[in-house]
């Protein structure tokens, strides 16, 4: 743990509710972390949005596309089950790189990106 870390000290998922020092780490969205995500990997994103407020759910990472033209990076996120399974009826979730920034946005609305968590 360094001195930049961020631990949420009250809410679900933090430190007040029983959650491990690494379950309430903060991860913020960035290039890096954009980068990091691979097909098929499992992450918890806490979000807020205009219509749903602040929501926190399970996405698996799928395609990658890129538009050379625009210069734009796009990641696709599928929202999935506790147990797993494909959630069919929920609109995907969508990362946008561009120029170094990251945006999102979940059906044509945006969202900004509070944390992420990986799950392994």
Known sequence: ???SELFALTGPGSIASGA???????????FGVFKTL?????VLINYSSCMGGNCETLF??????N???YGVQKLTLRAIATDGQLLKHRCPFELFERQGRITAGLGGL??????VRFIK
């Open 1 to 3: 743990m360094t001195q």
């Open 67 to 69: 538009s050379k033209k």
């Open 110 to 115: 945006a969202v900004q990106i509070e944390r």
């Open 38 to 42: 691979k097909h098929g990997q499992k």
């Open 20 to 30: 491990s020092w690494e379950e309430a780490r903060i991860i913020k969205m960035d």
């Open 60 to 65: 698996q990472v799928g395609r990658r596309t």
